[in-house]
């Protein structure tokens, strides 16, 4: 059976035409003074510090737990309410804990941000108003 060959169609650029459609208006470039860079630095690195330590809670948990029931397989015998408690621990008591992480997480993220900021006197002062 002989098939056509295929063939690629092309057609020339046009003259102008551009890969991405113009943005609609022009974003202006966001330039932060320096104290405020510096705390804009300062919570990204508590933040992603707080981000390390909860992926590695969380993988711990996750992968922890099968791996917990691997090593002991007695416990995978016992029986809680009538069900085992490998299923429990597996199926039920990841959940909880991981709302726990979450939360913990969220806390720490929101302590980050409102921990002393450039140009603030204390807590309930309201900022100073702007040069």
Do not use: K
Request: proline letters at 16%; one cysteine or more.
């Amino acid at each position: 059976m002989n098939r056509p060959r295929r063939v690629a169609v092309t057609a020339p650029p046009e003259p102008g035409a551009r890969s991405r459609p113009a943005p609609a208006h022009p974003v202006p470039e966001t330039v932060l003074d320096p104290a405020r860079a510096e705390y804009a630095r300062t919570v990204r690195r508590a933040q992603l510090r707080r981000v390390a330590v909860t992926l590695a809670c969380g993988a711990v948990l996750l992968f922890g737990l099968p791996v917990l029931l691997h090593a002991a397989p007695g416990l995978a015998g016992w029986r809680v309410g009538g069900l085992p408690l490998g299923w429990i621990v597996v199926a039920w008591l990841p959940y909880p804990l991981l709302a726990l992480l979450a939360w913990w997480h969220l806390r720490g993220a929101e302590r980050a941000e409102r921990a002393e900021r450039p140009g603030d006197d204390g807590p309930g002062t309201p900022p100073a108003p702007p040069p």
